[in-house]
């Protein structure tokens, strides 16, 4: 008799922890529209996701729209064409996908924003890192490499490139750099030569990194042809980093270090650091973000998402946060915001160590896994 309780037990136990199937028995369904495969991290963090949720028991339907918004339109659309219960969204432009909102709201479809902020009452949810602590993350960086608070007379000279004006992040990041470094700025410990201090003039569009390289080879001509030293150049993320740290090894003709910030731990640009032509990353545990993403969205799916409640079951530090990212006029996301860290070649090991990423056979550089 004891068996066949335990046994009754044990089945209630793996029906209860099984997929959020509706009433009917249909596996519930998630749709996840990730912006590009162009931009490294985001591969990272839909194969994340997709493991996730599958291995929770949903059904879940992927795209990439090739940083196109009018492409993510349609692949959201589609979505809702295919009945799914939860939108999982990562915006290539915030303010660019009201006509699938709108439809997500008229058919009941609750809207996360994964990671970018979505600029619509419909996204409700938001899970993302503390995007203005990435950039302070970078501005402290600078300030304590170079030295600032004790630079007495002394001056150094900065550059800045933001990220893309169309990604609500963007502005959180260079904001958090920015206000870390203005004082220096404004005392005359730090000069921005080209003059460019404002978001829109050091934006760059798609977070591309051949306009990030464009752009930077035409600073260092127009201001630095001349023997100018270059100290740093505040970069919002690795594949901006990339341009910029090309432009310096190609364009820039002083010898010493330039101080180069950047964000997400792209393969290429920890290579970078390794060489020292980066000298730091941001680094924002993707893996740990689509844990987040799943347990908020089965308390959505539940219909009970109690933020405060919630973050006290994650195993890794997330704020609960409803003041910070306004989705219009009044109205505020439910945030779950992670904890970025500083990535320099003095630990890289402890990307290896959270199981991301592996040395190369002679330990020099590392490799995704
Ligand atoms: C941001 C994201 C960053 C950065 C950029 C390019 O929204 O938070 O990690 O890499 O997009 O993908």
Do not use: H
């Not at 912006?35 to 339907?61: C, H, M, V």
């Not at 304590?144 to 959180?172: H, R």
């Not at 964000?263 to 390794?274: M, S």
């Not at 109205?331 to 160590?353: C, G, H, K, R």
């Amino acid at each position: 008799m004891k068996k066949i309780l335990a046994l009754v037990l044990a089945l209630a136990l793996v029906l209860s922890l099984c997929s959020f199937a509706s009433a009917e028995g249909a596996k519930k369904k998630v749709g996840i529209s990730m912006p590009t495969q162009s931009l490294e991290r985001w591969n990272r963090d839909g194969t994340y996701l997709k493991e996730q949720f599958e291995a929770a028991g949903y059904d879940a339907i992927l795209t990439y729209s090739d940083n196109k918004n009018d492409q993510q339109v349609n692949d959201i659309d589609n979505m809702l064409s295919d009945g799914v219960d939860l939108l999982i969204v990562s915006a290539i432009d915030g303010e660019g996908l009201n006509t699938c909102m709108d439809s997500a709201a008229e058919k009941g479809v609750p809207v996360l924003s994964y990671d970018r902020l979505i600029i619509n009452d419909a996204s409700k949810y938001y899970v993302s890192f503390d995007n203005y602590t990435v950039g302070k993350l970078q501005g402290q960086y600078v300030e304590t490499a170079l030295d600032l608070a004790n630079a007495g007379d002394k001056t150094f000279n900065i550059e800045f490139t933001a990220g893309d004006p169309a990604d609500n992040n963007a502005g959180y990041f260079f904001n958090g750099a920015f206000d870390v470094l203005k004082p220096y700025i404004d005392a005359g410990t730090l000069k921005v030569v080209s003059g460019q201090t404002e978001f829109q003039a050091v934006a760059t569009a798609q977070w591309s990194t051949d306009t990030a390289l464009a752009r930077a080879q035409n600073i260092l001509a127009s201001y630095y042809a001349d023997g100018t030293q270059l100290d740093a150049w505040l970069c919002s993320n690795d594949s901006t980093a990339a341009g910029v740290a090309q432009a310096i090894e190609s364009d820039y003709a002083g010898t010493n270090a330039v101080v180069v910030t950047g964000q997400d731990g792209d393969i290429a640009n920890l290579a970078n650091i390794v060489d020292g032509k980066q000298t730091m990353t941001v680094y924002k545990n993707v893996a740990n973000e689509a844990v987040v993403t799943l347990a908020v969205a089965k308390a959505i799916l539940e219909g009970e998402v109690n933020g405060e409640e919630l973050v006290k079951t994650f195993d890794v530090p997330c704020a609960f946060d409803t003041t910070s990212y306004f989705t219009s006029e009044g109205n505020f996301a439910n945030s779950f915001l992670l904890v970025p860290s500083v990535i320099t070649a003095d630990n890289l090991q402890e990307l290896v160590d959270i199981g991301l990423y592996q040395w190369d056979a002679d330990q020099k550089y590392l490799l995704a896994k």
